[in-house]
């Protein structure tokens, strides 16, 4: 069953279908919440890997107590219950918290540079509008004293307003107000130009950051992400911290979380206005001020105790101990870890855990460590969820942690069980909160709602078909090349039987590998298989195919259905080595054109786009490779895809 959901066809900025944020949390990010519900909203279901469980716990602000006088980090360590649960099990709850500014003259000097994406997609529903209301917002909370620096890029990047003190702000707002859409994405430029702006006023006392806005996928200048991260890592080493923001669907959201994490900043997720008042507004000074850095926590237990379960992050666990390596801390920050333990053995009593913190304190430029034991009784407890506090972050985890299970059951093509394992912890929470009022858990449980709708219509509709993706799903074909050199033509290219080196002209020609026979001598003689080969006789497209020129590589006519979205993507390959021989694609279908993307350097890369019909009920599809310096230029494209209504991003 190839599943297609689209809940409601609504903007980029959407109306507030689910509840509005009762407390905003301070100081985390935010951005596995945010998009989930976005793309909850348009029907969409993440990759499995974008549900940060973590997230959604840290969503809201928690009744967690601040530092005492001279502590930057306060530790709070609180079981659901003190008496382990009829079912030999026990949540434990790892708190904490940084203080909040009253006063704006409290935080750190502050030495900013703001990063905007104006590139061309940036001008589509509203997006760009929305992140300059975002702007002028946050620049309501900077203070005259601090340092501003704004860059913008598209293709290339320029600096708009050189680093200066901000003053009365109008003059930053106005060159805010006139930035306007351009064309392609140079991310690499805009940032590195951002860094060097923060340098020139860099100080030790002050807080240097900054903020990258962007809406895409870098497909102008230097475009590997590894690259990206090890330039703005130089930077980081160097003091100056890094946040990113994402608006939009097409993000190459592990770029932006690397960046921020090496960065010692947050990565956030804007969809509406909902979140641009959470993060430009409610959570300025978490955003600005970091207080510590470097932060570990080590949870160690007994052999009375067996861990089952840490809710998100990327623990590490080994014998009897699990470390975990939190994010940079803010101002005004809330944050708790949830743990599940059962009991192990019959003659038990007390059991202690005991909770290491560490950070880098930035005030008082000093490493602090702290310990806190406390204690579960082994026996006589009958709920493990006794504490409300407790409860209520354990039952938004368990809703997030099933969301994230189903979006990886939804990427095995298992719908059912994909349905069973939200229809499970929604029944739970239910069960829990028969009156349900707490406006917290109403939002992670709207979005699990909504995934659990689409999927229930989904597999009612598909009742007699399995999870497999079936020739139907797919309206190109032979998009898999299983046929050959048919149902395609090529019009820029000649088609040349497989044979050795038959590749080198110019020309194309359709192999189940590169190497057998082996196309060209100067590439590296490997396989280069398809990517998606469930199979088994999956070809690929080979060609030689560069040029000063747009070039259409493939083109295709197929029927569609009106009043239909549809997604077309493909995997690229760019075989020859060196950057300067990679190529951009665009993918163009009635008149239409996606932004550019990149290939794949040596592996390869999907290249994608979403198109409604409307009236159309035919498709003319192109996969146009776009200019570069060279005449040659060997790439591989495999996996070509017209799917109703994609699920997976």
């Not at 930035?179 to 940032?191: F, K, M, Q, V, Y």
Request: charged share 25%.
């Amino acid at each position: 069953m190839s599943i297609s959901i689209r809940i409601r066809p609504i903007g980029f900025f959407l109306s507030f279908l689910l509840a509005s944020v009762a407390i905003a949390q301070d100081g985390v990010s935010t951005a596995g919440a945010a998009r989930a519900r976005y793309l909850g909203n348009l029907g969409l279901i993440p990759a499995a890997r974008e549900v940060a469980v973590e997230d959604f716990v840290n969503y809201h602000r928690h009744e967690i107590g601040r530092p005492k006088a001279g502590e930057a980090v306060a530790l709070d360590l609180r079981w659901g219950s003190n008496k382990v649960s009829s079912s030999k099990e026990a949540v434990l709850q790892v708190g904490l918290s940084t203080a909040l500014a009253h006063d704006r003259k409290q935080l750190r000097p502050l030495n900013l540079s703001l990063v905007i994406d104006k590139s061309g997609s940036m001008g589509e529903a509203n997006k760009l509008v929305r992140v300059k209301s975002a702007l002028l917002t946050l620049m309501n909370q900077l203070r005259p004293t601090d340092t501003l620096s704004i860059i913008a890029f598209d293709s290339e990047a320029e600096v708009v307003l050189s680093a200066s003190r901000v003053g009365d702000r109008e003059a930053a707002k106005s060159i805010i107000q006139r930035i306007e859409p351009g064309s392609t994405t140079n991310i690499n430029a805009g940032l590195m130009l951002g860094y060097q702006e923060a340098l020139k006023n860099f100080s030790k006392e002050a807080t240097n950051r900054v903020i990258l806005l962007t809406d895409g996928i870098a497909n102008r200048g230097v475009t590997n992400p590894d690259e990206i991260a090890k330039a703005s890592l130089g930077y980081n080493d160097r003091g100056v911290d890094l946040s990113t923001i994402g608006v939009g669907l097409d993000l190459n959201k592990d770029l932006l979380s690397t960046l921020a994490k090496s960065g010692r900043g947050l990565f956030h997720f804007v969809a509406d206005s909902e979140d641009i008042d959470k993060v430009f507004a409610k959570e300025a000074q978490s955003l600005l001020s970091p207080v510590a850095s470097e932060p570990n926590l080590e949870i160690e237990y007994g052999p009375g105790l067996e861990l089952e379960k840490v809710y998100g992050y990327e623990p590490k666990i080994g014998g009897n101990s699990v470390k975990i390596k939190l994010d940079t801390m803010n101002s005004g920050m809330t944050e708790v870890v949830l743990l599940r333990f059962k009991t192990r053995g019959e003659k038990l009593s007390a059991l202690p855990v005991k909770v290491r913190l560490s950070y880098y304190d930035l005030d008082g430029n000093k490493t602090v460590e702290t310990t806190q034991k406390v204690t579960v009784n082994a026996g006589g407890g009958s709920d493990m969820l006794q504490d409300s506090s407790v409860a209520k972050n354990y039952s938004i985890a368990v809703l997030a942690q099933s969301i994230r299970d189903m979006a990886t059951a939804c990427e095995a093509k298992k719908y059912r069980e994909a349905e069973a394992i939200l229809n499970t912890a929604i029944e739970k929470t239910s069960k829990r909160y028969p009156n349900l009022d707490d406006e917290d858990i109403k939002r992670t449980l709207a979005i699990a709602q909504k995934y659990q709708e689409a999927l229930q219509k989904e597999n009612l509709t598909n009742g007699e078909r399995d999870g497999v993706q079936t020739n139907e799903d797919n309206l190109i074909q032979n998009g898999d090349f299983s046929l050959g050199n048919w149902g395609f033509t090529s019009p820029g290219l000649a088609y040349t039987d497989p044979t050795e080196n038959s590749l080198w002209p110019a020309g194309y020609t359709v192999a189940p590998r590169f190497n057998s026979p082996h196309l060209h001598r100067l590439v590296s003689a490997e396989e280069f298989t398809a990517v998606k080969r469930p199979k088994g006789n999956e070809q690929v497209l080979f060609a030689n195919a560069g040029g000063t020129e747009a070039m259409v590589i493939w083109t295709a006519q197929v029927t569609c259905k009106p009043n239909t979205t549809y997604r077309i993507s493909f995997q690229s390959i760019s075989l020859t080595p060196g950057r300067e021989w990679i190529p951009t694609f665009e993918i163009r279908i009635n008149g239409e054109r996606s932004e550019p993307q990149i290939a794949g350097a040596g592996v390869y890369g999907e290249v994608s786009m979403k198109w409604d019909s409307k009236k159309a009920k035919t498709a003319t599809i192109s996969i146009v490779r776009m200019p570069i310096p060279h005449g040659g230029g060997l790439i591989g494209i495999s996996n070509i895809e017209m799917i109703k209504k994609p699920v997976i991003l």
